[in-house]
């Protein structure tokens, strides 16, 4: 069984940052994808950013310049720096795991809150 646990939400003002944290635990033996989806009430899921198990990196147009995805193969561990936050970044923030074998995990969301 995996799961994946992610911390780091929160509510912050416009122009501040946040760093999201996602560990995966489990019977996993590699991880290829890992990954940031968000969704705002009333929205589809949409991608913020996602990193390959090798380090390159692919971020939503919105993000980008703003947002970093880094990863510990190591750990099993993802995060993502937000900066320069916006009132359009508040949602919920998924990680997410393509994982060998196995195939993608979700994790349950952390909130992110931006007040103007």
């Known amino acids: 069984q995996v799961q994946l646990v992610e911390s780091g939400g929160g509510l912050v003002q416009a122009g501040g940052s946040l760093r999201l944290s996602c560990a995966a635990s489990?019977?996993?033996?590699?991880?290829?994808?890992m990954g940031w989806y968000r969704q705002a009430p009333g929205k589809q899921r949409d991608l913020v950013a996602t990193i390959t198990r090798g380090g390159i990196t692919n971020y939503g147009d919105s993000v980008k310049g703003r947002f970093t995805i880094s990863r510990d193969n190591a750990k099993n561990t993802v995060w993502l720096q937000m900066n320069s936050l916006k009132p359009e970044d508040t949602a919920v923030y998924y990680c997410?795991?393509?994982?060998?074998?196995?195939?993608?995990?979700w994790g349950q969301g952390t909130q992110v809150t931006v007040s103007s």
């Open positions: 997410n795991a393509n994982i060998y074998q196995l195939g993608p995990y």
């Open positions: 489990g019977s996993i033996f590699s991880i290829n994808y």
